[in-house]
């Protein structure tokens, strides 16, 4: 259905398309309120990241500038965490990824089974968060898929189990060593998945295209048109890649969150269905975005040629 | 409920008792092909009594013994007087013939004083003919496009199919065809109704006071009958135009006795596009088209007993085809409905009528994907919605006496549900669980009422409807948590054990006292209880629409309607005019979850992603009406409020219903320049329509994400429209006749907002970046001919 619903309203914009006109129209809007936004994790033994933004009114102007002040960082605020008995007041640190300025936490590494409250002090507000590491699951078989089109690009697949009780939910993030700093979400298909059709099943993410750095507003996907490979070297892995591949699993609240962000994803713009409002678990004063603990499995693997892997780590 | 029907005896018994009193009775047809005459009009002339035929074309008047001078008329028809001594029970069947030219008196004795004397208020009558009078709608007559020009009445806005009465939203009017449920009434786009204007005879719009012999809707009841075919001789109609043609043949089987009468029509929108379409596009092999057949027969047995048969069947295709990626993709969807009935006459003061129907409405998408070097066969896709109904009605209509008319009856209905379906073929595998998907069952009704009439100033309808809903397995309910997203538990219901069960009791009363012989005041009261509803994804209605029943989590939908009006004559009744103010309190109105995107109801049922709330709406309709004359026409003023308030949405706090309208005003004309031309036009204006717009925006994880302001807190720009329209009656002999008709639909190309979009250009880096607020709109200036014909 929510794919139906997809494609049957593309297929009438299409119909409005032929018969329909457009024009430009000025719309009066009220202006939302001032809302911080937390892109806060706390993952399997790491320190916590958190990264602070604010929103802004829909027409406002948006420029290098006004993006970039749009990122609070350093001295502007102060974020804690606490796992009951330690606390770490993280500090400002330059991640590879926007918005790039952040905090970082020196103190406290994620653990399975605790319990971690954020506490961010930020123009006069006080924001308050939790969240939950659950048990981890290993990643278990990975294998490679070569294209048919080319000789040495390919998807790469692997298979977990999935545990005996009911509620476990997953998102799977892939990096290759040799180009990219960070874990990204695949180039296509979402990222998390639960076991709400199968449990203590063996589940697989499958395919798993490569990753890169989403920025709707500093887009550098650079296909190059003219190369007929172009779009199998931005999906695919190459022989010869350094793979890590994250399966993480957090808690239900943290799973909602995404989910309501894929309805948004999907229903965003669509004038035929209604708008979809994301979740948050930000509490205090006026906030949106997530603080989630994630319980994570990392598998490296060094892909050898177009049928052998050799797993690193 | 006993009391009262003891009370009504009673009653009956001793104002019969009064006078020696004796009926006519009988039916009133058109002398040229035998059609039964619907809502004509039987008056005794200098006297205060009257009657009008009902829906067989049946009149019965009943009258002390004596001399007396009676008037049929009906409006098209030129008036016979009968001078008639009552000393029995006489029964006089007439055959008006049709007025060449509709003079004057012609039109004001067919409608008389039927707008004051009725007791039943907010209902209107529209015969056929009167409608083929206003602009056609793209060469088209259209009865839903000409119900829109009423007040109260209101169009859903550029694109969208349904109709709203009194702020109730599409699912809460009850559309029947010869006494079946028609789901969905028009076509794509809500351009043309599913109707074929050729096919039909007469139809009633009841806003409100709906008698108690209608229910299962809040809102409105239209009812529309079809033509029984021409009883006399051979008989053709038919329109070519420029969108769609239209062919219509009736005749007798058996002169007088049995007739049939075949319809239909099809667009070629999809031919006419085609060209247009790039052969390098992607969409080179789509198109669309929608197509219409009528069928009916019917049989005379005797004056006493009677058999109609009638058939409807309709479908929109959209069709996209892209043969070099090896994909199709078909999306279906309609109505189809049988139904026969019997009437039957006991006597001129007591019949009966049983009904029997079956009607299915589909949606459906099926998608095929056929790799060529795929030895599989490629993979099918099919997910289907519908609902499909089998009922049986019997209704009897008692005239005890001139004062009375009583009404009762039961009837029962079957439904079974899909709500969503799918079945998918993927080489030899197949998987279908449609099944699985269907929601079944049993609704059904009793009532009784009556209109009495108590003094020849002061009328009372007073009605009761029971009605109970059953919803019985075999069904599977998925338990979901609070957020939608986690399932908690199953509950498997075996075949035949009982889901849920509603019932209600609706009380329907209206009250008419006139004034004078030129003006009436009525007022009236209804409670409705609706237990199938429209879920609707969006501001605009769209075939995605689900029609769900109630269930374990889903109760009846609730309605309860006052209204007063005040309905005056002027100038020799020539202008009829009327001021009524309603107010409607709703409950267990549907919305869907915020951002629900319902799923393939794998694991999952449609109706885990409603929310509930109440609403009300309450207004005021105008409506000036010019009946006579080279000139006519009528204007419409409606100015109401609709608000709905829901504890999932903005905190509980009311919200514009997505067809609150604050003004909405009608304008129609029509002059006869002579025997061959005739001018008509339409204006119409509406306040816009509500929508919800993003306010702000953040990122999440690199991507844009939208905030939202309050449910529908932004209005569109108001929609307005004007079309014109000629009729040239070019000929008409003996055996032929034939006239043309060019029309303009929007006629200064006013841009009437179909929806808003928001669209980004430009890039941050090097500051071009803007947002753009996109309006887009549906029909432009759109001229068509049609040439019609009839032999």
């Avoid at chain 1, 430009?24 to 033994?45: A, H, Q, R, T, Y």
Wanted: negative net charge; charged residues 20%; contains cysteine.
């Amino acid at each position: 259905m929510k794919n139906t619903i997809k494609s049957i309203s593309y297929i009438l914009l299409i119909l409005v398309a032929f018969v329909s006109c457009e024009k430009d129209i000025s719309v009066d809007m009220p202006k939302p309120e001032d809302k911080l936004v937390v892109e806060g994790i706390i993952e399997l033994n790491d320190y916590s990241i958190v990264f602070l933004t604010k929103n802004a009114a829909y027409f406002d102007i948006v420029d290098t500038a006004t993006v970039n002040n749009s990122i609070i960082s350093g001295g502007q605020a102060t974020v804690i965490v606490t796992d009951g008995s330690i606390t770490d007041t993280l500090v400002p640190h330059v991640f590879p990824k926007w918005p790039y300025y952040g905090y970082y936490g020196t103190q406290i590494k994620g653990s399975i089974g605790n319990t971690y409250d954020l506490k961010i002090l930020y123009d006069n507000n006080e924001y308050t968060a939790t969240t939950f590491i659950p048990d981890t699951v290993g990643i278990d078989s990975v294998w490679f898929d070569k294209f048919e089109q080319t000789d040495s690009l390919g998807f790469l697949n692997f298979n977990f189990q999935d545990p005996y009780e009911n509620g476990n939910y997953y998102s799977c993030l892939v990096r290759v060593h040799q180009t990219q700093p960070w874990f990204y979400r695949s180039y296509f298909g979402t990222h998390i998945t639960d076991d709400k059709l199968g449990n203590n099943m063996k589940f697989s993410y499958s395919p798993i295209s490569k990753g890169y750095e989403r920025n709707s507003f500093f887009n550098n996907s650079s296909n190059n048109g003219d190369d007929p490979l172009g779009i199998f070297k931005e999906i695919g892995f190459s022989v010869g890649d350094t793979v890590s591949l994250k399966l993480s699993t957090m808690d239900q609240i943290s799973y909602n969150i995404w989910g309501s962000w894929y309805s948004h994803q999907a229903t965003s713009g669509n004038p035929f269905t209604n708008p979809a409002t994301v979740l948050t678990n930000i509490d205090g004063a006026p906030a949106k975005g997530y603080w989630i603990g994630y319980g994570s499995d990392i598998k490296t693997v060094y892909i050898t040629d177009t049928v052998n892997i050799e797993i690193i780590d | 409920m006993k009391k009262t029907t003891i009370l009504l005896t009673l009653l009956v018994i001793l104002t019969s008792l009064s006078a020696q009193k004796y009926t006519i009775s009988g039916y009133i047809k058109d002398k040229s092909n035998g059609e039964e005459l619907i809502g004509a009009n039987v008056i005794v002339i200098d006297g205060k009594n009257g009657a009008t035929t009902n829906t067989y074309g049946f009149y019965t008047l009943s009258l002390p013994k004596g001399k007396y001078t009676i008037s049929f008329s009906f409006i098209g028809y030129t008036e016979i007087t009968k001078e008639i001594n009552l000393n029995s029970d006489k029964s006089f069947n007439i055959e008006l013939e049709s007025s060449a030219f509709m003079t004057q008196e012609v039109i004001v004795s067919g409608e008389k004083k039927s707008n004051i004397e009725d007791s039943k208020m907010s209902v209107i009558k529209l015969p056929i003919e009167t409608v083929k009078t206003l602009p056609a709608f793209m060469g088209e007559v259209d009865i839903l496009k000409t119900i829109q020009l009423l007040p109260g009445v209101q169009a859903s806005g550029e694109g969208n199919s349904g109709f709203y009465v009194r702020g109730g939203g599409p699912d809460q009017n009850l559309i029947l065809l010869d006494e079946a449920t028609i789901y969905n009434a028009a076509h794509l786009f809500g351009f043309f109704s599913v109707f074929n204007a050729d096919a039909l005879k007469d139809m009633e719009l009841y806003k409100g006071g709906m008698p108690a012999e209608y229910g299962g809707r809040i809102s409105s009841v239209l009812d529309i009958s079809m033509k029984n075919g021409n009883m006399k001789e051979f008989q053709a109609d038919g329109g070519i135009g420029t969108i769609a043609s239209r062919f219509t043949i009736q005749g007798p089987i058996i002169k007088d006795k049995c007739s049939y009468l075949i319809s239909g029509r099809r667009t070629y929108i999809d031919i006419l596009v085609k060209p247009f379409v790039k052969k390098t596009s992607p969409f080179k092999g789509s198109g669309y088209h929608f197509y219409d057949l009528n069928a009916k027969f019917n049989y005379r047995f005797s004056d006493k007993d009677r058999l109609f048969f009638s058939s409807y069947y309709g479908e929109d295709v959209f069709e996209f085809k892209s043969d070099a990626a090896g994909f199709g993709m078909s999306i279906p969807w309609g109505n189809g409905m049988a139904s026969l009935r019997w009437n039957h006459l006991y006597s001129s003061t007591f019949f009966s009528n049983t009904t029997l129907v079956a009607s299915d409405y589909k949606f459906r998408t099926e998608v095929k994907m056929e790799d060529p070097e795929d030895e599989d066969g490629g993979f099918q896709f099919i997910q289907s919605s519908g609902i499909r109904d089998y009922y049986i009605k019997q209704d009897y209509t008692w005239i005890p006496n001139p004062q009375h008319t009583v009404k009762f009856g039961l009837n029962y209905i079957y439904h079974i549900f899909t709500p969503n379906s799918v079945s998918a073929k993927f080489g030899d595998i197949v998987f279908d669980d449609s099944d699985n998907r269907k929601q079944y069952a049993h609704e059904a009704a009793i009532y009784l009422g009556d209109d009495f009439k108590i003094s020849d100033k002061l009328t009372i309808y007073a009605g009761v409807r029971g009605s109970m809903f059953n919803q019985v397995g075999a069904f599977t309910r998925y338990v979901k948590d609070d957020l939608r997203i986690q399932n908690i538990d199953t509950i498997v219901y075996g075949q035949g054990e009982s889901v849920a069960f509603y019932n209600s009791l609706e009380p329907r009363a209206s009250i008419k006292y006139s004034l004078n012989s030129k003006s009436s005041l009525k007022a009236s009261f209804m409670q409705n209880k609706q237990y199938i509803h429209l879920a609707s994804l969006s501001a605009s209605t769209l075939p995605t629409d689900l029609w769900v029943p109630c269930s374990d989590i889903v109760e009846p939908q609730k309605g309860r309607q006052y209204a007063v009006g005040y309905f005056r004559n002027f100038f020799d009744d020539k202008y009829e005019t009327s001021v009524e103010l309603y107010y409607k309190d709703l409950f267990n109105l549907i919305e869907y979850a915020d951002g629900a995107l319902p799923g393939d109801d794998i694991g999952d049922n449609a109706d885990n992603y409603f929310i509930f709330g109440d609403g009300y709406s309450y207004g005021l309709e105008l409506f000036i009406k010019k009946r006579a004359g080279q000139f006519t026409g009528w204007i419409g003023y409606t100015w109401s409020k609709t608000d709905r308030f829901f504890n999932d949405i903005d905190n509980g706090n009311p919200f514009p219903a997505k067809y609150d309208r604050r003004h909405d005003i009608s304008l129609t004309g029509t002059y006869k320049i002579n025997k061959k031309w005739t001018v008509s036009s339409v204006f119409v204006y509406a306040t816009g329509n509500t929508t919800t717009l993003p306010i702000g925006r953040y990122m999440l994880d690199g991507e844009i994400v939208s905030e939202y302001g309050e449910r529908n807190s932004y209005r569109m720009a108001p929609y307005h429209r004007l079309d014109l329209s000629v009729t040239w009656n070019h000929k008409k002999t003996e055996k032929w006749e034939s006239s043309w008709n060019f029309s303009i639909y929007n006629v200064y190309n006013r841009k009437n907002p179909y929806f808003i979009y928001f669209e980004n250009e430009g890039s941050v880096s090097d500051g071009s970046f803007v947002s753009k607020a996109k309006q887009v709109s549906l029909f432009p200036i759109l001229p068509s001919i049609t040439w019609n014909f009839k032999f």
